[in-house]
């Protein structure tokens, strides 16, 4: 059984870097064809594709996010991370890890954006 689990704070103040990990469980990182996504859900909003790591370790972005977003891997603990600069509290929402295709998903994590 797939499980992906996303962690980090849930709370970061404006101007400062939000950074969130996901942990896979129940197969590789490395699994052929597998892109593992970030995508976000912002309060009255609909799901945002942020962007994401494929299983070679190649990344992608969306424009939206491309000029302060960071995605990377960590092969040996199966994780990945999502790092957002510069944030606002426009970037409060609930913070997904997911493989979509596979329908491989987090339970999702609220951060909120405030001093």
Do not use: H
């Not at 197969?27 to 052929?32: E, G, L």
């Not at 996504?37 to 594709?49: D, T, V, Y």
Request: aromatic share 12%.
């Amino acid at each position: 059984q797939v499980q992906l689990q996303e962690s980090g704070p849930g709370l970061v103040k404006p101007s400062q870097t939000l950074s969130l990990t996901c942990t896979i469980s129940g197969t590789s990182i490395t699994t052929d064809y597998c892109n593992w996504s970030w995508i976000r859900q912002s309060p009255g909003k609909g799901l945002e594709w942020m962007g994401a790591i494929t299983y070679d370790g190649s990344t992608g972005y969306s424009p939206s996010f491309k000029s302060r977003t960071s995605i990377f891997r960590d092969t040996a603990k199966n994780q990945f991370t999502l790092q957002l600069s510069s944030v606002t509290p426009e970037d409060t929402a609930v913070y997904y890890c997911a493989e979509a295709s596979r329908d491989y998903w987090g339970k999702g994590t609220l951060v909120t954006v405030s001093s």
